[in-house]
């Protein structure tokens, strides 16, 4: 029996949605996911008089050993002649990550730096659902392989000359300014410590800058490093929301309490009548087990720093 007019209208509307799916699956999986963008933009945050300072915002990699695509592109920014390097973490995505973090991160050495870790530093992804997120920010789970994040941090701080900020605070000589740096563990696993930091951070004495550093950007710590005198405030973890709807300014989902039109890019953060300029980078990369980017390419940031 021949479908009537109703039904041959039902498919065709059905094939046309699963053409539209597929496209967009071929798009996010196979090309989007591979167009790395450098984020411009510029803050005056500077004292004045004072020389620009150019802000490499880098997070996220994920890194696994055979993505050499990404490594190469990663390794290519350092023709942005950055005069910092600011990590906000999740930079191994494989037990083998740290071999392509090597090879992309090399002409990085001599560069000032600071990073922060996030949890897949330190533990190995595995498939998740990814309709729970959707739920609130994903649960804690036990690790199904612990990575060798000593070795990446001895890489990073020994041959890189980096300063690790997790729940504490460092001094660094840039541009022939006096920056004061202060950060927190991944706090999407509650292993930030905020009074750890602003202890470390009051014995560093004044600065010409101060610059809050954070992976997972929860409320709570961009509330803290608001009143501890972050100039500006840089996160990672939400990787942009990864897949979006095309010209909405909010993400879909963020994987924390950051307001969802603040998830990506540069925003205002006001606590208690204090407003702080917020980075939040999308990131470079995602989970093995989720290789897609819809909406949302893959991102560093370039920040040029210039006087008030």
């Not at 090399?106 to 996030?118: L, Q």
């Not at 006096?178 to 600065?207: C, K, M, N, S």
């Not at 550093?213 to 973890?237: I, K, N, S, W």
């Amino acid at each position: 029996m021949a479908p009537g007019p109703i039904a041959k209208t039902t498919l065709t509307a059905l094939g046309a949605v699963g053409v539209v799916g597929a496209s967009a699956a071929v798009w996010g999986i196979g090309i989007e996911r591979y167009l790395f963008t450098v984020r411009y933009a510029a803050l005056r945050v500077l004292p004045a008089g004072a020389s620009p300072v150019r802000v490499l915002h880098l997070s996220d990699a994920h890194m696994a050993p055979w993505q050499r695509r990404k490594q190469q592109w990663i390794a290519g920014l350092a023709d942005l002649r950055p005069d910092l390097i600011v990590n906000t973490g999740d930079n191994l995505g494989h037990a083998e990550g740290l071999a392509g973090i090597r090879a992309a991160f090399a002409p990085f050495a001599g560069i000032p730096g600071v990073f922060v870790h996030g949890s897949n530093d330190m533990q190995a992804p595995s498939p998740r659902n990814p309709l729970l997120y959707f739920s609130g920010p994903s649960k804690r789970k036990p690790a199904v392989q612990n990575l060798d994040v000593d070795a990446l941090d001895r890489y990073l701080e020994d041959e890189l000359g980096w300063r690790d900020l997790d729940n504490t605070a460092a001094a660094l000589a840039v541009g022939g300014l006096r920056i004061r740096a202060f950060g927190v563990d991944d706090a999407h696993r509650d292993w930030d410590d905020l009074e750890a930091t602003a202890t470390a951070l009051a014995g560093l004495g004044d600065g010409d800058l101060s610059l809050g550093v954070t992976h997972a950007p929860y409320r709570r710590v961009l509330d803290e490093f608001t009143d501890l005198g972050a100039d500006v405030l840089l996160a990672g973890h939400t990787h942009g929301g990864q897949v979006r709807i095309p010209g909405s300014r909010k993400a879909l989902v963020a994987n924390c309490d950051v307001p969802l039109d603040q998830a990506r890019g540069l925003s205002d953060w006001t606590h208690d009548g204090r407003t702080v300029p917020l980075n939040v980078s999308a990131g470079i990369g995602h989970s093995i087990y989720a290789p897609v980017r819809f909406a949302c390419r893959p991102e560093v940031t370039l920040l040029t720093l210039l006087p008030r």
